[in-house]
């Protein structure tokens, strides 16, 4: 692919507007109605941001509410996005934190968009199977013992396939509230796959990584806040005020979503000790009905 077709920006002209954990989004007065949206180094790279526009893109002709993706820029030696400028919005994690009285009704609402997400049927031919991607993860994963490994494995191979939508990164930060319209974002881990998937990486962020100050930072909410939203989101779509059996199934998915995370990005030698912890702490946890 040639890589001088993109047209350079200059950042200076820009002023940060937001930040998460994938990166950094920009506006600029003098081009009304777009978003610039810069990866951490990373997520940056020319395959990287193709990929994301890409998606985006293939998204958006199912139907599904995302910001219209206009062009890929350079931004020095990196790569970026120009989108849709969605008005007056807030994620529902800000939303959450500026107004924490609502946490139960953004949890809810997450609940309804997602489950209008999983319901969508998904262009098998061009999104990846997550099913299939958790298992190749998980077949890598070094820094996960052969005998958990076997584990996990069994469990994947039993979750059936699903030629329906799953967003990748499901969680409050990802949905734009504009009104009554909302809008998902960051979109370049779009799959088809079982619902659980989706909902095992939300579990993950409220339950077992809420302790974390970086994670609170994050999604603008405390422990205490995360755990809230978790409890309303598992009632809701459960229809159940006990959700414990609820959590536990996710908790089994939120082990496999840990080791998804090395299927796209490679970790470093930190990472890969901070993952294999957590995957020893929710084998114990989450597996011991299976060992």
């Known amino acids: 692919m040639e890589q001088t ?5 200059d950042l200076s002209a820009w002023t940060q507007v937001g930040e998460g954990g994938n990166g950094k989004t920009y506006e600029n007065p003098s081009r009304p109605g777009v978003i610039l949206k ?6 940056s790279t020319l395959e990287a941001v193709k990929h994301e526009y890409d998606v985006s893109k293939a998204v958006e002709s199912l139907g599904l509410p995302v910001p219209a993706m206009h062009e ?3 931004v020095g030696d990196v790569y970026a996005s120009i989108s849709e400028l969605v008005p007056n919005k807030k994620s529902l994690s800000r939303i959450c934190h500026d107004e924490p009285e609502r946490i139960e009704e953004m949890a809810r609402l997450l609940c309804q968009k997602g489950k209008e997400l999983f319901a969508t049927p998904c262009h098998t031919d061009f999104f990846p199977s997550r099913k299939e991607q958790v298992l190749s993860a998980i077949d890598r994963a070094g820094f996960v013992s052969k005998k958990n490994r076997r584990m996990i494995r069994a469990f994947a191979e039993s979750v059936p396939e699903n030629s329906h939508c799953v967003h990748g990164d499901f969680q409050p930060g990802n949905i734009l509230l504009s009104g009554e319209q909302t809008y998902w974002i960051d979109l370049d881990r779009f799959a088809h796959g079982d619902p659980l998937f989706d909902i095992g990486h939300l579990f993950q962020i409220c339950q077992v990584y809420s302790s974390m100050k970086q994670v609170q930072g994050i999604f603008h909410m405390t422990q205490a806040q995360l755990h809230r939203f978790w409890d309303a989101f598992a009632r809701e779509y459960t229809g159940q005020e006990d959700h414990a059996a609820f959590d536990h199934l996710c908790g089994k998915f939120a082990c496999m979503d840990i080791i998804l995370r090395t299927h796209f990005v490679k970790p470093t030698f930190a990472e890969k000790i901070f993952f294999g912890i957590f995957v020893r702490k929710l084998v114990k946890t989450y597996f011991s009905d299976e060992s």
């Open 5 to 9: 077709n993109y047209p350079h920006i």
């Open 38 to 43: 810069v990866n951490n180094a990373r997520l």
């Open 72 to 74: 890929m820029v350079r």
